[in-house]
């Protein structure tokens, strides 16, 4: 295969805005398209080195398989060695057993699944795994287990079948990636065939699986794999203006995912068509002459191309452990950290990935025995930080924290209602026909389920439990949710209104996570956006915080007519540390639980914007502050020397949820 230098910078072109983007400079705020661009030239060349043998009739799938593993396994398993020290000194417990399943993960070719079945809502945080970024060399590896298994089963059909049954997996490809961040579509099929209804709406309700597996990924790779097809088949476009004009214009479409696509673009869909083809623009048309060609044939860009593997790999693992050993790090820092990514790039690739690939030097019997024990050896690692639960005695945490970091949930009597697929949410307390209070909220709510159990039981009433993680209990509200429009929470505040109503309740008692909706948290602009109209908005602030005032005034308004009285929780004060991180750094002599703790200025002015709507309307609605309970006049904490308020960041633990019997005392003895 002929060497084509601007490959190799568009490679460069790939990795920086990755990089930038996990650093978090909002300038790149699409920076995870780099992706993309890979895929679409690993889709490239792949298929260019398997064609090519096929039609010489000299390809070997064992020699396909060693050259993939000369190219990516040694620096791989380099970067997860030099881990290992910093996992052990840093990570909590349970951090270090999720990054040990990550060990197993990655060293099986699987790591893309793990993560996507890791996804929960309470996960630890993206940039807080140091392994994370290998979902994408998963994709890859599966790509290429498939794909020659697929040309060789194929090739003699001849090169038309081939294409069509290509183009065939291409369009199903992505056809299923836009319908699982598409839920207009998902709707019209539920409305027209329950069955199809079902599917549809099980992929709707996993949205990442569209970011991490090969179904809904291997489209973009398809595409590398039609420009190998034809270009081999037939030569660049001759005219150099319209190689000009078409590589240009590819060059912009990348620019334009980078630095205009954000959090809020519905991804992988059809909007990723846009650096995709751009990508395969630039294959294409950028040849000797042109602009791009030339800026793309650097030397400075070539270079950053050839280590750009290595510096994908080492990226993400130093990022990630500064956070977990300093939780904020410093715009100053993470420029220091991406340098030094380029820096170990450099030398993995120059110390490590050139030498692997000198066959006199590591011939295949070496590689391949090589590849069984490093991956063998990860593995092992990785069962024991699993089955050992991270060596928690590192901890040294006593049985007390450590059962305070956990809330659980009671064992309640589930509660349907017609018209809305699957259950309102169940009953806490004790077994009578009627029910006095509703407890409805986002995932704020099940902290409060077991206290709430007790007082009940407690005073012989019976309540609805009901909790609709990531969504704002305010009628007449829809839901952006990262990489989807959902109307469940439109539907379930609907029949929470409706069932309060039919039952005559005492009162319904609503806590989220307020501040979220219509301003974000302390590093992040926000991940769910809300509007009142099902089509959006949902982009800008000031109408997401109109919408808060709109579906707020409608709630009140609704359930003042229903004569029910509004009690509303503020939000728990959002810690900027887990909080068994926290006491980890504490164990360790290092810290106290002070210094780890948010300030009430910094929270203060976080939930300014709720507080002043809830204030606003006070004659309407019971307020209950939080910020009081949790916070003095410099600290808000995360919990004493001996237990944790909080279940992570901003989740209280059963315990913290213990802290408001007053509050929710006095609002079940009222009558």
């Known amino acids: 295969m002929k060497y084509r230098a601007e490959i190799d910078g568009l490679r460069a072109l790939a990795v920086l805005p990755v990089i930038l983007f996990h650093a978090g400079f909002e300038w790149f705020s699409g920076g995870f398209v780099g992706v993309d661009v890979f895929f679409v030239i690993s889709g490239y060349l792949i298929t260019t080195i398997i064609i090519s043998e ?26 997860m060695a030099a881990c290992l020290p910093f996992a052990w000194m840093w990570l909590t417990p349970n951090d270090l057993k999720d990054f040990g399943q990550s060990l197993v993960a990655v060293s099986t070719f699987s790591s893309n699944i793990y993560f996507w079945l890791q996804s929960g809502y309470f996960d630890t945080a993206a940039e807080f795994k140091p392994l994370l970024h290998t979902w994408s060399l998963a994709v890859e590896e599966q790509y290429y287990i498939l794909f020659p298994i697929f040309l060789m089963l194929t090739w003699r059909l001849g090169i038309k079948w081939v294409v069509i049954l290509l183009f065939i997996v291409f369009l199903f490809s992505l056809g299923l990636a836009q319908l699982a961040v598409d839920t207009s579509i998902v709707d019209y099929f539920i409305g027209k065939n329950n069955l199809s209804g079902d599917f549809l709406q099980n992929v709707v309700d996993n949205p990442s699986t569209a970011f991490y ?15 190998s097809i034809y270009l081999l088949h037939r030569a660049h476009i001759k005219n150099i203006s319209a190689n000009q004009f078409l590589s240009f214009c590819g060059l912009m479409m990348i620019g334009y995912s980078i630095f205009v696509f954000d959090d809020r673009t519905p991804f992988p869909s059809l909007f990723a068509l846009v650096p995709t083809i751009g990508t395969g623009l630039v294959i294409l048309c950028a040849v000797p002459k042109t602009f791009v060609y030339k800026l793309l044939s650097q030397k400075l860009m070539v270079g950053c191309g050839l280590i750009s593997y290595s510096a994908y790999l080492w990226h993400q693992p130093l990022l990630s452990f500064a956070r977990h050993k300093l939780f904020e790090v410093s715009d100053l820092l993470t420029i220091i950290l991406c340098f030094i990514a380029i820096l ?33 050896l990860f593995i092992l690692i990785g069962l024991s930080l699993h089955t050992t639960n991270g060596f928690e005695k590192r901890a040294n945490f006593s049985k007390e924290l450590h059962s305070s970091f956990e809330f659980k949930i009671p064992a309640c009597r589930e509660v349907f209602v017609t018209g809305l697929k699957g259950q309102l949410g169940c009953k806490l307390g004790v077994e009578k026909e009627s029910v006095d209070f509703i407890l409805f909220g986002d995932s704020h709510i099940p902290p409060l389920a077991s206290l709430v159990e007790r007082l009940a039981i407690k005073n012989g009433l019976s309540i609805l439990y009901s909790s609709n993680t990531g969504c704002l209990p305010f009628l007449d509200t829809y839901l952006l949710r990262k990489d989807r429009k959902t109307t469940s929470c439109y ?39 809300i509007s009142n109209n099902k089509n959006g ?9 109109e919408n808060f005032y709109l579906g707020l005034d409608k709630t009140i308004e609704e ?34 639980i002070d210094s780890l703790s948010v300030t009430r200025s910094e929270f203060d002015n976080l939930n300014e914007f709720a507080m002043d709507a809830f204030m606003a309307r006070g004659h309407k609605i019971n307020i209950y502050n939080l910020t009081d309970i949790f916070c003095d006049t410099k600290l808000c904490k995360i919990g004493t020397t001996r237990k944790s308020f909080y279940n992570d960041r901003n989740h209280l633990s059963s315990y913290g949820a213990n802290q408001l019997v007053p509050i929710f005392e006095s609002i079940l003895m009222q009558n």
């Open 559 to 592: 359930y003042s007519s229903a004569k029910i009285p509004l009690h509303i929780l503020t939000q728990a004060p959002h810690q900027k540390i887990e909080p068994e991180s926290a006491y980890f750094l504490i164990s360790k002599g290092n810290t106290s």
């Open 537 to 545: 908005p949902f982009n800008l602030k000031d109408t997401l915080q």
């Open 213 to 227: 597996l090969l179904p809904t990924r291997i489209w973009e790779l398809l595409i590398g794999a039609f420009l």
């Open 491 to 529: 539907d379930v505040n609907k029949q929470i209104l409706k069932f309060a109503t039919e039952e005559s309740v005492k009162g319904i008692i609503l806590a989220a996570r307020w501040a979220f909706y219509a301003h974000g948290d302390y590093n992040f602009r926000g991940g769910y956006f």
């Open 344 to 376: 170990l790039a450099w030398f993995s690739w120059y110390f490590i990935e050139k030498p692997f690939r000198n066959k006199k030097k590591f011939p295949r019997n070496k590689i391949f025995a090589g590849s069984i024990i490093g991956a063998s």
């Open 54 to 79: 096929m039609a010489e009739g000299k390809f070997s799938i064992v020699n396909f398989y060693e050259r993939r593993a000369r190219r990516i396994l040694p620096a791989l398993f380099f970067v």
